[in-house]
């Protein structure tokens, strides 16, 4: 790294400048492509459904409104319910998960354990079919009896062969050494862990972590099949994804229906729920962002 | 009328349920009183010593402003005092609800009541997987009058192998038959004096808006608009069948005397009659150039008068009316049902499009029975049930219900979603459906009605399932531009049309669906 740096500064001449602007461009350009999108999805759940019909969608609402998130928030004891919810989940579900993840790939790249590769092809072997959506659904109903119990949607989202796979490979960029020399000077297993690997994985810690993260956050499958409408609180994207199908609902049938008429503003609200639940999301990024960059191994073992 | 509208219609008739605890008023003023409660008193009846819960699988939101739990607990009342039970409502929401009620069906939990639709919750499938428990024996003992007020030919319809394994909603009216809804008052202007009949009728109509009223689109048809079925209703007698082809319907059957002879209305001239209408519409300017990507919502357009003309069925048409009464005043909607035309091609909803069965695992299917033939028959459960509690989710004013002096929707709407047994003779009307409805289009129709005769047809795609995609695919592909009249040259479009459908293996499905057709007919003894 420290070499590339110094090639780098010494060759400040003209090629380099180009490289530079050529990169800028690409990357503002690649940003602004990133970026716009979401504005617009901004800018659309603020307009009136009435401007939105007659000018479509825009990044500046032609007429202010914040009409769709007073429904989003009809009722804000549910949403902060269920974006508690979400939030538990997710933190509770990234940290075990995390460290179940980091400890299986660990356990399955050291020389010593003999069994690795079997144990690694059974974990593999797992990703090629899957037992169908029944099946899955009477296990977690009927044998484990976990209807309308959050660990139906923690559970399965904390271990994934993928990322068994990926922190594995990771892990296997730190030599051996470390660990026989941590050993010589005593350490047990678990200490060698905890106090050697973990540190030194970080970057694949943040990433995995990221992953595993942005699954609970995004989850709705499971929710949708394990937790009924008799629980109070849900997760915040089956809630949202609820309070879109009911709108939907409510529109068509209002021709027929003994509802009081309010025009329900579909397309803002969609937008509205979307920057909702999209929001918390975007801070995740740069918290763990910083930790991609840290805790390089280069250097551990030096000679 | 099958296919995309098939399913629209479901999904539409679906919707049109969710908020509302009756879409039609009854077609019975006349209110019978007086019924007396089922003869459960201890000893002389069934056995309701021991306290049990009895669920109900419906299909909807769970409301939650606290109301439904209110008003269930009422209807609770009841029952403990007339069965000893208590009726829990289980809510399948709407996100992925096949997925969810397949699967509550499949898992083996005991589920007592469950909402069941032949022709759109896959009824037959399931009773054929064994989700529902065998009937007959358990009918008469404990629901004795719903056992005796559902005639033996509707019974007839409830079977499964023989067994009977749902109880029909049998006795009540809903007609999803479709139709153009045109504004009276532009059609006066336009000289249509009389109720508007054929689509030449309508062709007059929006023409005259097109001509002189600026600023309003005849029709603003958004993509995905389907009329060919309509079509084959007003100039046909041709039945539709329940099987999927995708966008537009390609088979029928001939028609109501010959109901199991399968004949192919995209094969014959009014296919082409029907491509060269639509091709002089489009070039008319009766809808927008870029209809085909047309993504606006032409209800609103209507409601707001920027657009003259809908489609849809009647159950919409007697809520819209209503409601442009309110926003259009003056407007006098109307409805020009297809098969006004020939006034020969009408047949009425299957009477199983919905019900109530009881699931094969049930603890208790006795006393969900009971509570079953409380629901239906019992008329202050009745109104419990589906309208809520008198004097705070409803009133009535000159027998029509209306929404009591304060009513807000947040905090005192209310449903129940029951479509498993509605009759008509305890519905009390809204007030917010035509009070016209009756004494025009129902009367229409009854004149001209005929029974559902597909109730227990289910046909098995597997041997023709990759033909039927491949039909799909090209009705898919080359249907909306001809629908929107956009193919270029009729003829040379439903000629093309044709040929890929037969390339597609249209003659195997046709042979395939006449199979199956024809051993229904030997099913039904016919």
Not at chain 2, 178 to 201: N, Q, S, V
Not at chain 2, 228 to 257: C, M, N, R
Not at chain 2, 417 to 431: L, T
Request: hydrophobic share 40%.
């Amino acid at each position: 790294m420290d070499d590339l740096i110094e090639t780098r500064s010494v060759r400040t001449d003209f090629s380099g400048i180009l490289v530079k602007i050529v990169g800028y461009v690409f990357i503002g350009l690649f940003s602004l492509c990133c970026l716009l999108p979401f504005l617009l999805v901004l800018g659309t759940s603020f307009t009136s459904e009435d401007a939105i019909k007659r000018f479509g969608f825009n990044f500046w609402p032609r007429e202010f409104s914040a009409f769709s998130y007073k429904i989003v928030f009809e009722n804000p004891d549910l949403i902060i319910g269920s974006y508690l919810v979400t939030m538990g989940i997710t933190v509770v579900g990234t940290a075990v998960g995390l460290f179940l993840v980091a400890m299986t790939g660990y356990a399955l790249q050291r020389p010593d354990f003999e069994y690795r590769n079997k144990i690694s092809f059974f974990i593999y072997f797992t990703t090629l079919f899957t037992g169908g959506l029944v099946p899955f659904y009477l296990l977690v109903t009927q044998y484990l009896h976990l209807k309308d119990n959050y660990l139906a949607v923690l559970l399965p989202g904390l271990i994934s062969p993928f990322l068994i796979i990926m922190m594995k490979s990771f892990v296997r960029s730190i030599p051996h050494a470390i660990t026989e020399s941590a050993k010589i000077d005593g350490a047990g297993d678990f200490t060698i862990f905890i106090k050697l690997i973990l540190p030194m994985t970080t970057p694949a810690l943040a990433t995995i972590g990221l992953f595993i993260a942005l699954g609970y956050w995004n989850e709705w499958y499971n929710s949708m099949l394990f937790l009924s409408p008799d629980m109070k609180y849900r997760p915040l994207q089956l809630f949202l994804y609820n309070v879109i199908t009911s709108a939907d609902f409510v529109r068509n049938s209002a021709a027929a229906s003994n509802v009081e008429l309010r025009d329900v503003p579909l397309e803002s609200m969609k937008m509205a729920t979307a920057i909702v639940a999209t929001g918390p999301v975007i801070l995740f990024y740069p918290f763990v962002q910083r930790y991609f960059i840290k805790g390089i191994t280069v250097g551990a073992v030096k000679g | 009328m099958k296919t995309k509208w098939g399913k629209a219609s479901i999904v539409l008739l679906v919707s049109v349920m969710v908020f509302i605890l009756s879409a039609c008023g009854g077609s019975n003023e006349g209110k019978e009183t007086g019924k007396s409660t089922p003869g459960t008193a201890p000893g002389s009846g069934p056995d309701t010593s021991k306290f049990v819960k009895i669920s109900y699988l419906v299909l909807g939101d769970k409301p939650k402003n606290g109301q439904f739990e209110k008003v269930l607990a009422e209807v609770n009342k009841f029952m403990k005092e007339k069965i000893n039970a208590e009726l829990e409502w289980k809510w399948i929401e709407w996100a992925d609800w096949q997925t969810k009620y397949n699967l509550a069906l499949a898992s083996g939990e005991p589920i007592d009541l469950i909402t069941i639709g032949t022709d759109w919750l896959d009824t037959w499938g399931n009773a054929q997987r064994g989700a529902f428990m065998n009937l007959d024996e358990l009918l008469p003992k404990y629901a004795p009058e719903t056992w005796k007020s559902i005639p033996e030919e509707d019974w007839k319809e409830s079977r499964y192998n023989g067994k009977i394994v749902l109880i029909p909603e049998n006795d009540y009216t809903q007609w999803v038959n479709h139709g153009f809804f045109y504004r009276g008052d532009w059609a006066k202007e336009a000289g249509l004096t009389e109720p508007i009949k054929d689509w030449e009728g309508i062709e007059t109509y929006l023409q005259y808006i097109k001509d002189h009223k600026p600023g309003v689109i005849p029709w603003d048809a958004a993509s995905g608009t389907q009329t060919w079925g309509g079509f084959i209703q007003s100039y046909t007698d041709q039945l539709e069948l329940p099987i999927s082809t995708g966008f537009l319907p390609v088979f029928t059957a001939k028609s109501y005397d010959e109901k199991f002879t399968v004949t192919s209305p995209v094969f014959e001239d009014v296919f082409v009659k029907y491509a060269t209408m639509m091709k002089k519409w489009a070039d008319q300017g009766f809808w927008r150039e870029d209809a085909l990507n047309n993504k606006n919502n032409n209800r609103d357009a209507l409601k707001a008068g920027l657009s003259g003309l809908d489609q849809h069925h009647t159950q919409t048409f007697s809520g819209l009316r209503v409601e442009m009464d309110k926003l259009q005043p003056g407007s006098e909607l109307q409805m020009f049902p297809f098969s006004r035309t020939r006034g020969t091609n009408l047949m009425e909803l299957s009477i199983t499009h919905g019900g109530t069965s009881v699931g094969a695992h049930s603890k208790n299917p006795e006393r969900a029975l009971m509570a079953y033939d409380l629901i239906r028959n019992n008329e202050e459960i009745y109104h419990l049930i589906n309208y809520g509690i008198e004097g705070v989710q409803y009133e009535v004013k000159d027998g029509k219900r209306v929404q009591p002096e304060g009513f807000k929707d947040a905090e005192h709407g209310y449903y129940s979603d029951f479509w498993g047994g509605r009759v008509d003779k305890f519905e009390i009307p809204s007030a917010n459906s035509w009070d016209q409805i009756e004494e025009t289009l129902y009367a229409e129709y009854d004149k001209i009605k005929k029974p559902y005769v597909y109730g227990q047809f289910v046909f098995d795609k597997t041997p023709v399932e990759a033909e039927l995609t491949a039909i799909s695919q090209v009705t898919g592909e080359l249907g909306p531009a001809i629908v929107l009249g956009k193919a270029g040259d009729p003829a040379q479009a439903v000629e093309e049309f044709r040929d890929k459908l037969k390339q597609a293996g249209y003659d195997k499905v046709l042979a395939e669906l006449q199979k199956q057709l024809d051993a229904y007919k030997t099913q039904l003894g016919e």
